[in-house]
Each structure stands twice: as C-alpha cells, then as structure tokens.
C-alpha cells in the first residue's frame, strides 16, 4: 500500500534562517507531488508541484522553493524565512491517472 | 484563478442532527473532492465524485456533484462528536487540485 512521511511534524525557527521540509512517498511510481501551506487552520493554498523529478511548477510567487531529486522525494526550502512564513505545511500526492490527491501529517512551522 | 465558495464557514450543532454544506465554483470541474481535516492532521479523503449529478454516499455522508459541474453539496446525517472538524471541497482539473475555505463543524454532545 501507499504511504507518505513528511518530517518533521513541529519546528520553529528564527526570521532569517534557512528551511528544509521533506516529504516522500513509498509503494508507488511517479506520483504527482504537491506543497499546500494552510494559515490559522484554514484554507489550503497550493504552493507547488512536480509531475516528476526536476519538473516543478510554482502557483504563488514565494519566499520558497522546491526541488524533486528523487522520484518519491519533494523538498520545500528557504533561504530565509521570514515571519509570514509561518503556516502549516502539506505535502500531497497523486497517482498516475488517480483523480485523488492523499496527504502527509503535516509541519507546523513556527518563525519567531 | 479559480474562485471557489464555501458555505457555511462554521456550524455549532446539536448531537444527532443533519448537517448539509456546500461549494460553488465559477469554473467547471472534472473531478469533485470532500476532505475532511482533524485538528493538526492533514486532510482526509471522504468521498469522491466524477460525473455530473452523480450522488454517492460513504455511511452517513452524502454528497452529490452538481449537474453544470461547478457546485457540490455533502450532507452529514446523524452526525455524532467525532464529526468534529474542518470540512473541505477540493475539485480537480487536470493536474491541479484547489480547495474551498472550509467548512468549520462543531457537534455538540
């Protein structure tokens, strides 16, 4: 069966400092990888997603970036966070030809 | 972008009653998506629909994608505490998948 892992659940980190969220898949080939970011417990706002590895398509223009060095890997990344930054963060997948996307646990991501 | 509305934002309701919400959209969908979100998770999937007027149920939920593929309703019958939670409509073009603004539900025992 399919499984997704994204780490970690909690962070908090200082404006400025650098972010690194992974998310991968197991039990599947190719599936469509997504970021949704979600303020204050609401509304899920699609961040990126890759139809596969290096390919990544960016909906909001961000403080972010993401990469996709592995088929079942998709990395969410910052150079400096800044205080906006802050949300809770989903990482989704899709299979191929799946009209249904299943998401990870999430991060809760705290700037101070 | 898509514009999608969810209503109603937020229900308080008593154990035991039905609840019904729903989402309109301006654009036309292929693909209509329930999730629902405990607190701190990621969302789940409930039930989901792929033609026009299809109703479908999973238990106690119903949900119907609407004929002009722009609108859906998911209805809770019975519901119960566990029903707490963030309610959310997620139709689907393609390869992306947007998300209305939630419905909020509160049951009370």
């Known amino acids: 069966s399919q499984t997704i892992h994204q780490w970690p659940a909690t962070l908090v980190q200082p404006v400025g400092s650098p972010l690194s969220l992974e998310c991968t898949v197991e039990?599947?080939?190719?599936?469509?990888l997504y970021w949704y970011r979600q303020a204050a417990g609401r509304g899920l706002q699609l961040l990126f997603y890759?139809?596969?590895?290096?390919?990544i398509s960016s909906e909001v223009p961000q403080n972010l970036s993401a990469s996709r060095p592995q088929d079942r890997q998709f990395i969410l990344s910052s150079k400096k966070l800044l205080l906006s930054d802050s949300g809770f963060y989903l990482c989704?997948?899709?299979?191929?030809?799946?009209?249904?996307?299943?998401f990870g646990s999430g991060t809760q991501l705290s700037v101070l | 972008g898509q514009q999608l509305n969810q209503s109603p934002q937020s229900m308080f309701i008593q154990e035991g009653e039905d609840v019904s919400m729903n989402c309109t959209s301006s654009?036309?969908?292929?693909?209509w998506l329930w999730y629902k979100q405990d607190p701190g998770e990621g969302p789940v999937l409930l039930i989901a629909?792929?033609?026009?007027?299809e109703l479908t149920s999973n238990g106690r939920l119903t949900a119907q994608f609407g004929i002009t593929r722009k609108d859906s309703f998911l209805n809770i019958s019975a519901s119960i505490p566990s029903d707490v939670g963030i309610y959310f409509c997620?139709?689907?073009?393609?390869?992306?998948?947007?998300f209305g603004t939630g419905t909020s539900l509160t049951v009370i025992p």
């Open positions: 997620g139709p689907n073009t393609g390869n992306q998948f947007y």
């Open positions: 629909l792929y033609k026009a007027g």
């Open positions: 989704a997948w899709r299979g191929q030809g799946w009209e249904k996307l299943f």
């Open positions: 890759s139809v596969g590895i290096g390919q």
């Open positions: 039990g599947t080939s190719n599936p469509n």
């Open positions: 654009s036309i969908f292929n693909t």
